[in-house]
């Protein structure tokens, strides 16, 4: 081989991969020897291939698989840099989540916030008539996904000749947060006869009991609003007497002048 070709040992010091890595790299495609001597199993790499060697060394730091980079390696420059853009800003958001989990469990541990805590009230809910629209929904779309279904819902009850003046209930039927998406459920109580359209649909929202808590103006948005849900959970915890019996929901208009309630069914 020429100068201009280097043994696998030389070209690893030179672009900061390891021997096993650039054994891993060829097997997967992305890196491969331009020869391998029959004999002796040496493996030589061209002197022009250090670029590509790096930018993979770098890619891999980030942490991405080796799919990821290989998906990135075909990229042009400034398309390669949109999509670490993006994948940043998602791995910002997942550590935001994980801060705010960090703070949840240490709120748990001190027993709740007592400004939250000592708003918690109990209630009897009575059965209702509601017309309902659900999705499988993130939480990126969940405020347009809400405002939508509660508008054309209203709509659809004024279009009956129906009062269309209900509480609006927001029922959480799976985990919804920023890395999966759940089934949620936007309904408005009713009464009179209502005749099902399009994706609506109707039922009866059977009597219950509830913990709820009016939520303060300061934790209406996400994440805060999470610290509203850990406050419920925390206390639901601490009580021996009560057990929650399904999924929580939110409910428009809230009391005591909040704008809504969270709340969790109970027995």
């Known amino acids: 081989m020429t100068d201009s070709y280097l043994l696998a040992g030389r070209f690893g010091a030179a672009t900061r991969l ?6 891993l790299y060829a097997e997967q495609g992305l890196l491969v020897p ?29 942490g991405l698989p080796i799919a990821r980079v290989a998906q990135l390696l075909e990229l042009t420059p400034e398309a390669r840099v949109v999509e670490l853009q993006s994948w940043l800003s998602a791995q910002n958001d997942r550590l935001a989540d994980q801060a705010e989990l960090v703070r949840a469990l240490s709120r748990q541990a001190e027993g709740g ?13 009575s059965a209702a008539k509601v017309v309902s629209r659900q999705r499988q929904i ?21 279009a009956s000749g129906l009062a269309c003046d209900g509480l609006t209930s927001v029922h959480f039927h799976d985990l919804v947060s920023r890395d999966s998406e759940g089934l949620v459920e936007v309904a408005v ?16 929202q059977p009597a219950r009991r509830e913990v709820y ?13 999470m610290h509203v849900y850990d406050a419920l959970e925390v206390w639901l915890d601490a009580r021996s007497d009560l057990s929650c019996t399904g999924s ?20």
Request: aromatic share 8%; with cysteine; proline share 9%.
């Open 213 to 225: 808590l009016p939520v303060p103006k300061a934790y209406e948005d996400f994440p805060r609003v």
């Open 248 to 267: 929580p929901c939110e409910t428009y208009p809230g009391t005591q002048g909040a704008r809504f309630d969270v709340a969790y069914p109970i027995i």
């Open 189 to 204: 109580d009713y009464e009179g006869n209502l005749e099902p359209a399009g994706d609506l649909l109707i039922r009866l």
């Open 34 to 62: 331009v020869h391998v001597d029959p004999q002796t199993g040496y493996r030589y790499y061209a002197s022009s291939q250090a670029p590509r060697a790096r930018l993979i060394a770098r890619l891999r730091r980030l």
């Open 138 to 158: 993130g939480i990126e779309g969940l405020d347009d996904f809400i405002a939508g279904a509660e508008a054309e819902i209203r709509a659809h009850l004024r």
């Open 113 to 125: 916030e007592p400004a939250l805590t000592a708003t918690i009230g109990l209630r009897e809910v």
């Open 18 to 23: 390891s021997p096993k890595a650039l054994r």
